[in-house]
């Protein structure tokens, strides 16, 4: 199975700072990369597939970048609605796998 | 727009069994796979199982194969989740989601208890 390693595990950060969390993958898995956003008590909702592409609706202060192993998602103005647990999932081979999520938290 | 319910959780003994479904609307149902995701309390997402838009092919994560079984009925637009045996490391949150690589949307999700 592919190994999906994010980090930080949380952090945390003030309204309108620039985030970027991290995405490992154990072996290439070329762009199958997507980002998810889950709030408390909510179900996970998908900001970013294919590495780089903005699910429809979702605000243009997110981007993603990144191939073969190495990824980021990046927040460039942390707003308050973005308080949330964020966790990377390969799409490259079944079992899709899914890292262990980054809380971001409000400083 | 798209809407995914899901039904049938609770409480379970183990060694017990509990079929969830998941009701779909807004979209051309048989067109597409749709997949289960679990989340134990207080834990990160893991993938259950995955069923072909025709129900032909069907995947399963190790953790859950040979107790677990996915199902769809195209004519109804439900997509289910047939679980026996179930031990406590069952216990999560169910999402049925549209898609099997990519999961988009899901569903509110339910709550399969194990315990005695």
């Given amino acids: 199975d592919i190994q999906m390693t994010q980090s930080p595990s949380s952090l945390s950060a003030s309204v309108g700072v620039r985030v970027t969390i991290t995405c490992r993958a154990s072996?290439?898995?070329t762009n199958y990369l997507n980002w998810?956003?889950?709030?408390?008590?909510?179900?996970p909702k998908l900001l970013i597939y294919a590495a780089s592409s903005l699910q429809s609706g979702v605000p243009s202060r997110f981007s993603g970048s990144g191939s073969g192993?190495?990824?980021?998602?990046?927040?460039?103005s942390l707003q308050p609605e973005?308080?949330?647990?964020?966790?990377?999932?390969?799409?490259?081979n079944t079992p899709q796998t899914f890292g262990r999520g980054t809380k971001v938290e409000i400083k | 727009e798209v809407h995914l319910l899901e039904s049938g959780g609770g409480l379970v003994?183990?060694?017990?069994?509990?079929?969830?479904?998941?009701?779909?609307?807004?979209?051309?149902?048989?067109s597409y796979a749709m997949s289960w995701v679990?989340?134990?309390?207080?834990?990160?997402?893991?993938?259950?199982?995955?069923?072909?838009?025709?129900?032909?092919?069907?995947?399963?994560?190790?953790?859950?194969?040979?107790?677990?079984?996915?199902?769809?009925?195209?004519?109804?637009?439900?997509?289910?989740?047939?679980?026996?045996?179930?031990?406590?490391?069952?216990?999560?949150?169910?999402?049925c989601a549209k898609g099997e690589g990519v999961f988009d949307p899901w569903g509110q999700g339910i709550l399969v208890t194990v315990s005695s």
Wanted: glycine share 10%.
């Fill in chain 1, 27 to 29: 072996q290439s898995i």
């Fill in chain 1, 36 to 43: 998810y956003q889950q709030k408390p008590g909510k179900a």
């Fill in chain 1, 69 to 76: 192993t190495d990824f980021t998602l990046t927040i460039s």
């Fill in chain 1, 82 to 92: 973005d308080f949330a647990t964020y966790y990377c999932q390969q799409s490259y």
């Fill in chain 2, 13 to 30: 003994q183990p060694g017990g069994s509990l079929r969830l479904s998941c009701a779909a609307s807004g979209f051309t149902f048989s």
């Fill in chain 2, 38 to 95: 679990r989340q134990a309390p207080g834990k990160g997402l893991e993938w259950v199982s995955s069923i072909s838009g025709s129900g032909g092919r069907t995947f399963y994560a190790d953790s859950v194969k040979g107790r677990i079984t996915i199902s769809r009925d195209n004519s109804k637009n439900t997509l289910d989740l047939q679980m026996n045996s179930l031990r406590g490391e069952d216990t999560a949150v169910y999402y």
